[in-house]
């Protein structure tokens, strides 16, 4: 039966980090698990095998308190820490990078543009809605010809008078695109990159889906198209965003974000090869018996801490305000490296059973393919990291 394995009930702990963690965090935790355990687990890999996403989940998410939570309750968020939403995203990750990846596009790319850069009316508009999952949004930066490089990007927008702008353009992978209720597309104009909020149903936009993933099966990716466009300003403009700043602002969130987790869907992989190395037995021993199996098991054991105290220190220096974007790089790039890795060990360990979906493994594997490239590639954030340490840019 797809999913059968469900091995994981815990949370690797090697360095006591429980003890590092508030009640309010670890009780975040706590409600993730039982979700994840209870919802996800036993219908993930038929919505990955399908190539759809488990959309019934998006109240009980929202009921939660899932998107957007690090925002005030004053928008109907539950204002926690970013460790706690780091937590909770460890948590949905280790049911499937889609499952993260909507809340990450929901509350980082979109609910946090419209309440950092947005008018008054669009935060009462948008995020009560965004927050209870009653609306969905998408965030629409990359294009055919323009990814690791958004500030080449053709989408534009003109002022036509009347208070209004118009909109022509093409954006491609985008998350939740064809399910989205309003999506946050960045386009050029004559002021520089602005931001603005576009309604499903607006004359001229449409989100046809993207198809052939072996990778993020169970989440919706698609392209935004955007003719001759016509919006309000007072409803679509973001009045707070200017420049490519904008943008790459929301991208320093979801990063964050990514960067715990990811190691969810290592946890899990590591749990279930550390499970199966005791009890496969091979020339009549467990094969965590052979010292090979348990070089792997060592070093995925030692990655996975590591990346978790990254998170952690990360984590405690965004909530006193301190951390930088380069940090956030070095974060995703190392997590989301080492993660890859230690599914790709983890695959290995289980023989043949680690490419069925019985297990939760090859699922993760290949999910995380798409981490490694999205919200940056792992080039990009080398790169920026070593621009912080040399004072030099080699993208320019
Ligand atoms: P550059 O000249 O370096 O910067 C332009 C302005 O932006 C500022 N800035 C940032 N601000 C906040 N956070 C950051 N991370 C920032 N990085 C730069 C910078 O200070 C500057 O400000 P100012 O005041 O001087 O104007 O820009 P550049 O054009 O040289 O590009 C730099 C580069 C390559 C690092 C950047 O373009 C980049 O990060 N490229 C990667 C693109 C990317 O990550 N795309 C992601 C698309 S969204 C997505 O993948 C969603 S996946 C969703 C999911 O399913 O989870
Ligand atoms: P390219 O930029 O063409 O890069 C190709 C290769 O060249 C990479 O290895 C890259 O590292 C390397 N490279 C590029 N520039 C340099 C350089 N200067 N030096 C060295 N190497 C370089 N985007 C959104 O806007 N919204 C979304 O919701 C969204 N969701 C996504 C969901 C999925 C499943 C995927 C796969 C992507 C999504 N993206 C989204 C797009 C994602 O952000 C881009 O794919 C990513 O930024 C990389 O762009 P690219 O694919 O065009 O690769």
Redesign the pocket.
């Known amino acids: 039966m797809p999913g059968a394995y469900a091995g994981f009930t815990h949370f690797t702990d090697y360095m006591a980090l429980e003890g590092l963690l508030t009640d309010e965090e670890r009780m975040v935790r706590e409600a993730a698990r039982e979700f994840v355990n209870a919802e996800v687990l036993p219908i993930i890999e038929g919505h990955a095998q399908g190539q759809t996403f488990p959309s019934a989940l998006i109240p009980k998410m929202g009921e939660l308190g899932f998107f957007g939570p690090t925002l005030p309750e004053k928008y109907g968020c539950a204002g926690l820490s970013s460790v706690a939403y780091g937590l909770l995203m460890y948590e949905l990750e280790r049911g499937d990078s889609g499952l993260r990846?909507f809340a990450?596009?929901q509350g980082s790319?979109v609910m946090y543009p419209i309440f950092t850069y947005g008018s008054e009316a669009q935060k009462d508009h948008w995020l009560p809605k965004l927050a209870s999952g009653q609306a969905i949004g998408c965030?629409g930066?990359?294009e055919p010809d323009f990814?690791?490089?958004?500030?080449g990007m053709l989408t534009r927008a003109e002022r036509i008078g009347g208070g209004k702008w118009r909109i022509n353009g093409t954006k491609m992978w985008i998350?939740n695109g064809t399910v989205a209720d309003v999506a946050v597309v960045w386009a050029r104009t004559e002021e520089g990159i602005r931001g603005f909020l576009v309604e499903k149903g607006t004359k001229g936009f449409s989100a046809p889906e993207m198809h052939g993933k072996w990778s993020l099966r169970a989440?919706n990716t698609a392209e935004l198209v955007l003719e001759d466009v016509i919006v309000e300003e007072d409803a679509s403009l973001l009045p707070g965003a200017k420049?490519?700043?904008g943008p790459?602002?929301c991208?320093?969130q979801?990063r964050y974000g990514?960067a715990w987790g990811v190691l969810g869907a290592a946890d899990a992989c590591y749990q279930c090869a550390l499970d199966y190395s005791k009890s496969r037995i091979q020339f009549g021993k467990p094969i965590g018996a052979f010292q090979l199996q348990q070089e792997k098991l060592a070093w995925m054991v030692t990655e996975l801490t590591k990346s978790q105290l990254l998170a952690l220190q990360l984590g405690r220096l965004k909530d006193q305000d301190k951390a930088t974007?380069a940090q956030?790089s070095m974060a995703k790039m190392n997590n989301v490296n080492a993660s890859l890795e230690i599914t790709r060990r983890a695959r290995t360990i289980l023989g043949a059973n680690g490419i069925l979906d019985d297990y939760p493994v090859m699922r993760h594997m290949a999910n995380l393919e798409s981490v490694y490239t999205?919200?940056?590639t792992h080039d990009?954030h080398t790169l920026?990291v070593g621009q912080e340490v040399t004072g030099l840019?080699a993208?320019?």
């Open positions: 990846s990450s596009v790319l965030f930066l990359t990814g690791s490089n958004p500030g998350t989440s420049g490519l700043k790459l602002g991208l320093t979801a990514i974007p956030v999205y919200e940056g990009i920026i840019a993208y320019e």
